[in-house]
């Protein structure tokens, strides 16, 4: 009897711990756990890339939705399959997901995440890096599994993530509704695609890492392709400037409002006078 006491005993006490091991399981899971879905993309060649996938709720396949393809700073690279979406990379993913924007503008938005040592793209040759290409063969799948709009796919990236939109603006203009890009740099091998799709681009006049000359002659090269662009200087300001460019109100209307160009058509000649702030 005493043997039977202590194996029931026993029993119990594994069984509290098991629940409790569950319970400090469930404590670990965020509240980014819950809005951006953790999948990785593997491919035929055994390629991987971690991403982050947010999707509308109340989604139905009967409908078709927009899609935020958001390329990450420098800081957000790495394996975790987190920091794309955190810290400097927070407002980048989690503007377009609050109540009140989905309901006017319910988008999905997917993450990728570049693994550390790597870049999205070469700004002299404006050539996509594996992981870029990786990006682009997960946007294929998501495109496939769940009912995007192929006219409202909308880039956005910031630092090292502008880099990669210059480069698929470039490559492949053909795709994209509109783009937005904040503290990045390009040597432009060819404007002239730029030129096809809506762009707003961001930059602190008091940036250390891209100089704003530098940009300012770049936004010059695509005013002379009658590009379709907004740029915005902020005045006193360095390389962190997410917080005030995604605040701004005009951004999501205007990027809400963009569709894709017909085929062979473009977005060409609305240029707009460069804004100070």
Same mark, same amino acid.
């Given at each position: 009897?005493?043997?039977?006491?202590?194996?029931?005993?026993?029993?119990?006490?594994?069984?509290?711990?098991?629940?409790?091991? &569950?319970?400090?399981?469930?404590?670990?899971?965020?509240?980014?756990?819950?809005?951006?879905?953790?999948?990785? +993309?593997?491919?035929?060649?055994?390629?991987?890339?971690?991403? !982050?996938?947010?999707?509308?709720?109340?989604?139905?396949? &009967?409908?078709?939705?927009?899609?935020?393809?958001?390329?990450?700073?420098?800081?957000?690279?790495?394996?975790? *399959?987190? =920091?794309?979406?955190?810290?400097?990379? /927070?407002?980048?993913?989690?503007?377009?997901?609050?109540?009140? @924007?989905?309901?006017?503008?319910?988008?999905?938005?997917?993450?990728?995440?570049?693994?550390?040592?790597?870049?999205?793209?070469?700004?002299?040759? *404006?050539?996509?890096?594996?992981?870029?290409?990786?990006?682009?063969?997960? $946007?294929?799948?998501?495109?496939?599994?769940?009912?995007?709009?192929?006219?409202?796919?909308?880039?956005?990236?910031?630092?090292?993530?502008?880099?990669?939109?210059?480069?698929?603006?470039?490559?492949?203009?053909?795709?994209?509704?509109?783009? @937005?890009? $904040?503290?990045? +740099?390009?040597?432009?091998?060819?404007?002239?695609?730029?030129?096809?799709?809506?762009?707003?681009?961001?930059?602190?006049? =008091?940036?250390?890492?891209?100089?704003?000359?530098?940009?300012? /002659?770049?936004?010059?090269?695509?005013?002379?392709?009658?590009?379709?662009?907004?740029?915005?200087?902020?005045?006193?300001?360095?390389?962190?400037?997410?917080?005030?460019?995604?605040?701004?109100? /005009?951004?999501?209307?205007?990027?809400?409002? !963009?569709?894709?160009?017909?085929?062979?058509?473009?977005? $060409?000649?609305?240029?707009?006078?460069?804004?100070?702030?």
């Amino acid at each position: 009897m005493r043997f039977q006491f202590s194996f029931t005993r026993i029993a119990a006490v594994f069984a509290l711990l098991c629940i409790y091991a &569950e319970f400090l399981h469930a404590a670990e899971i965020t509240k980014d756990d819950l809005d951006f879905r953790k999948k990785v +993309y593997v491919n035929k060649n055994g390629e991987r890339l971690p991403y !982050r996938l947010f999707v509308p709720t109340g989604y139905s396949p &009967e409908q078709k939705y927009p899609l935020i393809f958001w390329l990450h700073g420098g800081e957000g690279r790495g394996s975790d *399959n987190l =920091q794309q979406i955190v810290h400097t990379n /927070e407002k980048g993913t989690h503007v377009w997901i609050a109540p009140g @924007i989905q309901l006017k503008f319910p988008a999905f938005v997917l993450a990728p995440q570049c693994p550390v040592g790597e870049n999205w793209s070469d700004p002299d040759l *404006n050539q996509p890096s594996k992981s870029l290409e990786l990006a682009l063969q997960t $946007l294929a799948v998501i495109q496939k599994e769940f009912s995007i709009d192929p006219d409202r796919v909308y880039l956005v990236g910031q630092s090292m993530g502008g880099l990669g939109v210059y480069s698929l603006l470039q490559l492949y203009p053909e795709k994209w509704a509109a783009a @937005i890009i $904040l503290t990045a +740099y390009d040597n432009f091998t060819n404007a002239k695609a730029i030129s096809r799709v809506p762009l707003w681009v961001f930059q602190g006049d =008091q940036d250390p890492t891209v100089p704003v000359t530098m940009v300012r /002659e770049m936004m010059q090269q695509l005013k002379k392709a009658n590009a379709n662009l907004r740029y915005t200087e902020y005045h006193q300001a360095d390389h962190a400037i997410g917080d005030r460019a995604f605040s701004e109100p /005009e951004l999501i209307p205007w990027l809400a409002s !963009r569709k894709r160009a017909s085929p062979g058509g473009s977005q $060409l000649g609305t240029s707009a006078s460069p804004t100070a702030k």
